[in-house]
């Protein structure tokens, strides 16, 4: 998928209560303890959300910020069809409970990422079909910090605010720590090749308009968010709730490709230097930069 964070007060209390998956960081991050959920929260990409926050966007519609508020606009007539409210910045999350296991990361500076592709293959189902989610994605956000938002193209096993069950599943999430968006679930097959792509749309001054989407799959699965800070952190990610047994609840595959990564700054292939992190040091649970060339990068996530 790493966010604007979750209001003051008693939805904050309750989530780190129940150990809410945080904002992530350039730092390895913790290893999560979520297993449970109450039944007020759903998961997404970025951790346990009150379900109030997750919201389907659907074909014909997209999000834009406008005068400092989120929207949901009708194409082609920008119709405002819902008011998600004023765009706010608020305290960050414990970062001791966030779901990244293991991913690859780098930081842009410089030109502004004008597109961010990725393939791989959808791998195996798990031996152990039990209550787990896992989620592979590459993704983009504007930084790391408590107010940062993130971009994603997402395979995912298991259940999701979006749907999902004991197979595997794909669409696209606009996440804030505050609100989480999301297109049409789509049901791919093991071994199914997949190629998740961000694109800049439009800039604007200081605001940037972005789409995600999988390459060959329906449109009602792709996201459009317009008029939100620049993307510049670029990320290849495994994350994963309520793996218990790690062993036999991931995929039975070694590991998953992340090949032919590309991207570009305007017309020109990036310079890249991924940075390897893992959720727990020394476990099998991690990620390995194969190569650092663009086009046609790899990063493997190794699953033991």
Known sequence: MNIINLRLGVLASLC??????????????????????????????????????VHFVGEGFHLSVENGRLQRLENGTNRMAED???VKITPARAPEVQGWIAYAYWTN???????????????????????????????????????SYIIQPVLQWGPSAAGGGKYWAITNWYVSSSQAFFGSLVTVSAGASLTGVMKETAVSGSNYSYNSSFTGYPAASALQVNNVPQAFWAAETLESYGVTTPSTMYPPNS??????????????????????????????????????????????????
């Open 16 to 53: 780190l209560l129940l150990s809410t998956a945080c904002r992530k960081s350039e730092t390895a991050p913790a290893k999560p303890s979520i297993t449970t959920a109450s039944p007020d929260l759903v998961l997404t990409p970025a951790g346990y959300m009150p379900r109030s926050s």
């Open 84 to 86: 998600y409210g004023t």
């Open 109 to 147: 500076t410089g030109t502004a990422i004008t597109n961010f592709t990725t393939t791989w293959t959808v791998p195996s189902v798990p031996g152990n079909k039990g209550s787990q989610t896992i989620f592979l994605f590459n993704g983009m956000q504007d930084g790391t910090t408590s107010t």
């Open 255 to 304: 590991d998953v490709a992340l090949t032919g990564i590309q991207i570009l700054k305007g017309s020109t292939n990036a310079s890249i230097s991924w940075t390897t992190a893992q959720a727990t040091s020394g476990s099998a649970q991690k990620a390995v930069v194969v190569s650092n060339a663009s086009p046609g990068g790899q990063v493997d996530i190794y699953f033991r």
